[in-house]
């Protein structure tokens, strides 16, 4: 039996992006306001891109406050380092073609969550995230490519909708484009979890 798919994965993300969105939405707003502070802005931006593996724990409601934990500023180090390791080893996959750059960057796509979550060495992320996306690489691309869609879809009628309102009518699209986010976050936190939960 396989561990995810497609649809399950965009309708749990769904009801988990509809149970959160306000304290994630809140999360996103503080990352956004507080992102010029020096070194408080690597860790709120550590904790905004590990939030995937609080919603995969089943916390309900994760409150929008958790991006300032002291904890997100200790992988600093290993964050970088990861980082540095996957924008240099994917340099030659794209040398050798776009498909192998998009591979390897899809079976990449856990290990910043694993880093914080099982706290193991950026390699050792690697390593799991390969192995963790492995039989997954097109239901992972669908997913991403359904998501995308989707937020091409959104943007295009709330322009069209709100595009004429100045100010308050571009806020509001990015308010619905934010919608979005959630629920793509929502959805990383299911493919998260069941993609590495134990058998």
Known sequence: MRK????????EGFQIC???????FLAYILWIVTIWIPYLNV????AILSLPV?????????SP???FDGKYRRYMGEFFALVGLMSISLIPAFFFGIIPGIIISISWTLAIYILIDKGVAPGEALVKSNNATYGYKWTLFGISLVVGVINIIVTL??????GGLGLFGALLIWIFMAVVMVFS???????????TKEE
Not at 43 to 46: A, D, K, N
């Open 54 to 62: 609080e919603l995969s724990k089943g916390n309900s409601m994760v």
């Open 185 to 195: 976050t929502a959805c990383n936190a299911v493919v998260y979890r069941d993609l």
């Open 4 to 11: 995810i798919s497609l649809l399950p994965v965009l309708t």
């Open 43 to 46: 860790g709120t931006t550590i």
């Open 18 to 24: 509809l149970k959160n969105f306000l304290p994630i």
């Open 157 to 162: 009628i709330a322009g069209a909708i709100f």
């Open 65 to 67: 406050l958790f991006i």
